[in-house]
């Protein structure tokens, strides 16, 4: 693709529905935050550095990727430090053409081995995200995580902040936290395990999404869909392997946040042309393109359009009504929807 079709990608206006705030940490941001706060991570030669927290090639194991996420989570280390992840997470998303993004981060994960209460976590992203707001001229919901292998009371606790935040507007833009989602390996839990705490979530307004369908097959995904009955799936790529699910997908008007560059780096899918994206796109899901960890991955989300078009043979046509799906099931109050598709979208 030539270097215009590339400046055309980025500056083609772009919904983001998917997309992890950890996962998305500079890497001058890791060493400046490293070098301030002593933390255990060896700075010292940063294309090492660089080498050990992303993840470029098809993971052979889990542990290819675990020191990548001991340097995301050990960063996120005090207010101070999430709030300037947050900024640049939203300074980031508006120079790759977003108009609107949702951000997911968990606070059990980030709190894991730290002495950090859940309110300065959620404050650190809560201003961080503000203060990117006051700057750019891009929209933000912010998307509450349980971590599925972490310990369940911490997730609750993440949870219940996270809610009460939201409902009691508690601080400025609180409002701003609009979604829940279940995220980490699917394969070592069922989704009964979470009911109480997507029902918390929905009970309060959120919108639910669900990672699912990453690491189990077509069935982790319809039992998804009748336990957890979410607005939205998280990846949901295996769920084209039985059409009985694809047409549930369909009734129950869910749609899946594809996010194609991850999904090959975590080998559910094995060659990033044979993703099923073009085929539930033409079976009539609704999708939406989206980047997961864009730092972490190495890439953005105009990395992700162009693989659309090139990969998939996506037309901007075809690129425009993902967006469009993505607004209209954005977490976000419609009446923000509107406004961004008025500005950009019409
Ligand atoms: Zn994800």
């Not at 055309?8 to 950890?22: Q, S, T």
């Not at 706060?37 to 052979?60: F, N, W, Y």
């Not at 606070?107 to 404050?123: M, R, V």
């Not at 639910?208 to 990453?214: D, K, M, P, R, Y």
């Amino acid at each position: 693709m030539s270097v215009s079709d590339t400046s055309r990608m980025r500056n083609f206006p772009k919904i983001e529905l998917h997309r992890h705030l950890d996962g998305s940490i500079r890497q001058q941001t890791i060493i400046d935050i490293a070098r301030r706060h002593k933390l255990d991570i060896d700075i010292s030669d940063p294309a090492a550095l660089k080498k050990r927290s992303t993840v470029t090639e098809p993971m052979q194991d889990l542990a290819a990727v675990l020191d990548a996420f001991d340097i995301i989570q050990k960063v996120s280390c005090s207010y101070e430090a999430i709030k300037r992840i947050a900024f640049e997470n939203v300074e980031d998303a508006f120079f790759d053409g977003i108009k609107l993004c949702e951000l997911r981060f968990s606070p059990a994960f980030i709190a894991l081995g730290k002495d950090i209460a859940y309110d300065e976590i959620i404050e650190g992203v809560i201003d961080g995200v503000a203060a990117g707001m006051d700057k750019y001229d891009i929209q933000i919901g912010l998307i509450t995580i349980v971590s599925r292998t972490l310990d369940y009371e911490a997730n609750k606790q993440g949870t219940i902040e996270a809610i009460t935040y939201a409902q009691k507007a508690k601080h400025r833009m609180a409002d701003r936290i609009v979604g829940f989602d279940l995220a980490d390996l699917e394969n070592t839990t069922e989704p009964e395990d979470f009911v109480e705490l997507v029902e918390m979530a929905r009970d309060a307004g959120l919108g639910i999404t669900v990672h699912s369908g990453e690491d189990t097959d077509a069935s982790g995904v319809q039992k998804t869909l009748e336990i957890l009955k979410p607005d939205r799936i998280g990846h949901g790529v295996n769920a084209w392997q039985d059409r009985d699910v694809v047409e549930l997908l369909k009734e129950q008007d869910v749609l899946l946040e594809i996010c194609p560059t991850s999904n090959w780096l975590t080998q559910c899918v094995p060659v990033l042309a044979e993703h099923p994206l073009p085929d539930f796109f033409h079976a009539g899901v609704k999708v939406s393109l989206n980047s997961d960890d864009p730092q972490l991955m190495d890439i953005d989300l105009t990395h992700e359009y162009e693989i659309a078009r090139q990969t998939f043979g996506f037309s901007n046509e075809d690129l425009l009504k993902m967006n469009l799906y993505a607004l209209e099931k954005s977490f976000l109050p419609a009446e923000i929807g509107k406004a961004v598709q008025k500005q950009f979208f019409t």
